[in-house]
């Protein structure tokens, strides 16, 4: 009879919880099992939502840097070119006794990330820069690095494998050569004949003494999309030059002999800390929806769009808010949520929806901030752990959901102006309210709807609250 009497118990539980799950979830809500959400509820506050330009940022100093051609078939084309310095393999290196050139490959290592197809054929070519980059201040995501005329220098025509490790040949000095396994990595080969030139004649006798010197001399290098040679509708690839992996490799015969046993390698480091890298975005909204709501600014649509790479954004105000906290009264907002929908057939693969959107604001003089809510270091209300401010894609709802309590209470409590609040997207991994120049993946969300139709997108803020005597 004990164990009867335990499990009726657990039974009569067991469906108390449920009937309570049952009538949270018919809200909208996702809430902690753990905690409920009392007071009224108001969920039909408008919502002002415009897909505005974002700023240009600096490129040179990027956890990882783009490269690829992108045709989306709703954001139009974006694209991404890398200008990049050299470093010595050392101070005042020379070739000393050089027989003949075996060959020089330009090595850049993939850094995880990708956006696109990368199952299509992609082309780089690879060209001399016009003019030393070392010697500029300013390395915007605007600018463009000119090139010497004339053809490529380097050329790379295939599929990609960022993701794939691969064996080469590792070059042991006065020994038999032996296959390595090496990081997920970008080899595009160079002409000879320019790198006899530029390179192993220049450092010959070891007059180049460092990096600054090289630079006087080669200028840099650029890589490149050639968009003719490429297939389909493109990706994003991203690189890594946080440590000299990726360089200029040069196999070389050495001695008077030549022989499988005398071939040398040497490398010419490309690091963002030693050398400069920068990268050059182009977006072309021509012809898309994206090009019209830009041109309308003042103007509410049915969806809006985000776009990292420095791209777009959405402004966004809640322009009842104050109205109603006039109506109602003086309350404490127990929960605020913001929910995002997706628009409906805009993530199809390879385009698929952002893993992730940032929530920030402006400041009076408008530079951009966390919300208080995701600000734990200067605000006690901020939440340490940034699931629970939310902002990640829901891939089973089709949906982004963020936490803002603090920052709609201050809100309603007249604590804070609304400067300007922003949506954009940011890497999964790092939450950024800067411009994002380490993703590619962009997102078509819903605006706010007094009436939506059953399955259509929409941007709506759900407001717990209880007045306050």
Same mark, same amino acid.
């Given at each position: 009879m004990k164990f009867i009497k335990i499990d009726l118990l657990t039974l009569l539980i067991s469906l108390f919880l449920f009937a309570s799950?049952? !009538?949270?979830?018919?809200?909208?809500?996702?809430? #902690?099992?753990?905690?409920?959400?009392?007071?009224?509820?108001?969920?039909?506050?408008?919502? =002002?939502?415009?897909?505005?330009?974002?700023?240009?940022?600096?490129? +040179?100093? /990027?956890?990882?840097?783009?490269?690829?051609?992108?045709?989306?078939?709703? *954001?139009?084309?974006?694209?991404?070119?890398?200008?990049? =310095?050299l470093g010595l393999p050392s101070a005042s290196f020379n070739f000393g006794a050089f027989d003949s050139l075996d060959s020089a490959v330009l090595v850049l290592n993939y850094a995880g990330e990708f956006y696109g197809d990368s199952t299509l054929t992609y082309s780089f070519d690879v060209h001399q820069l016009n003019s030393n980059i070392t010697l500029n201040e300013?390395? &915007?995501? +605007?600018?463009?690095?000119?090139?010497?005329?004339?053809?490529?220098?380097? $050329?790379?025509?295939?599929? /990609?494998?960022? !993701?794939?490790?691969?064996?080469? +040949?590792?070059?042991?000095?006065?020994?038999?050569?032996? /296959?390595?396994?090496?990081? @997920?990595?970008?080899?595009i080969k160079l002409?000879? !004949? *320019?790198?006899?030139?530029? &390179?192993?004649?220049?450092?010959?006798?070891?007059?180049?003494? !460092? #990096?600054?010197?090289l630079a006087n001399f080669i200028n840099g290098l650029h890589v490149s999309v050639n968009k003719t040679l490429s297939t389909g509708n493109g990706g994003m690839a991203f690189f890594n030059f946080d440590n000299p992996t990726s360089n /200029? =490799?040069?196999?070389?015969?050495?001695?008077?002999?030549?022989? %499988?046993?005398?071939t040398v390698l040497v490398a010419f480091p490309i690091s963002k800390t030693a050398n400069k890298v920068a990268a050059t975005i182009k977006h072309n909204y021509v012809g898309t929806p994206i090009e019209t709501q830009l041109n309308n600014p003042?103007?509410?649509?049915?969806?809006?769009? &985000?776009?990292?790479?420095?791209?777009?954004?959405?402004?966004?105000?809640? %322009?009842s808010l104050s109205r109603f906290a006039t109506n109602v009264g003086k309350i404490v907002v127990n929960k605020a949520e913001l929910v995002i929908d997706v628009a409906s057939g805009t993530d199809l693969r390879p385009f698929e929806a952002a893993p992730r959107l940032s929530l920030y604001r402006y400041d009076i003089a408008e530079q951009r901030i966390n919300l208080p809510d995701n600000s734990p270091t200067t605000d006690v209300r901020g939440f340490t752990d940034a699931s629970i401010f939310g902002g990640y894609f829901n891939s089973l709802t089709k949906q982004y959901v963020f936490v803002i309590t603090s920052y709609i209470q201050d809100l309603v409590s007249n604590k804070t102006k609304d400067?300007?609040?922003?949506?954009? @997207?940011?890497?999964? $991994?790092?939450? &950024?309210f800067t411009p994002s120049l380490t993703s590619a993946a962009r997102v078509v969300i819903g605006a706010n709807k007094k009436n939506p139709a059953a399955g259509e997108s929409t941007m709506k803020l759900n407001v717990y609250y209880t007045k306050v005597d």
């Open positions: 799950c049952e !009538n949270t979830s018919t809200i909208g809500l996702e809430i #902690d099992p753990k905690s409920t959400v009392e007071g009224a509820l108001v969920d039909t506050l408008s919502i =002002s939502s415009r897909t505005v330009m974002d700023e240009v940022i600096a490129t +040179n100093n /990027l956890t990882r840097h783009p490269l690829g051609y992108l045709k989306d078939p709703i *954001f139009g084309t974006t694209e991404s070119s890398l200008a990049f =310095s300013s390395f &915007l995501s +605007n600018r463009e690095y000119g090139v010497f005329p004339g053809g490529a220098i380097g $050329n790379k025509t295939g599929r /990609l494998y960022p !993701n794939t490790k691969f064996k080469i +040949n590792d070059i042991v000095t006065g020994a038999k050569d032996t /296959l390595r396994s090496v990081v @997920p990595q970008l080899r002409d000879p !004949n *320019f790198v006899i030139q530029n &390179l192993i004649k220049l450092t010959a006798n070891g007059s180049i003494k !460092n #990096d600054g010197a /200029l =490799s040069i196999y070389y015969k050495k001695g008077p002999v030549a022989g %499988p046993l005398d003042n103007q509410q649509y049915a969806v809006t769009y &985000l776009q990292p790479m420095v791209g777009l954004r959405n402004k966004i105000s809640f %322009p400067y300007g609040t922003f949506l954009a @997207p940011t890497p999964t $991994n790092e939450f &950024l």
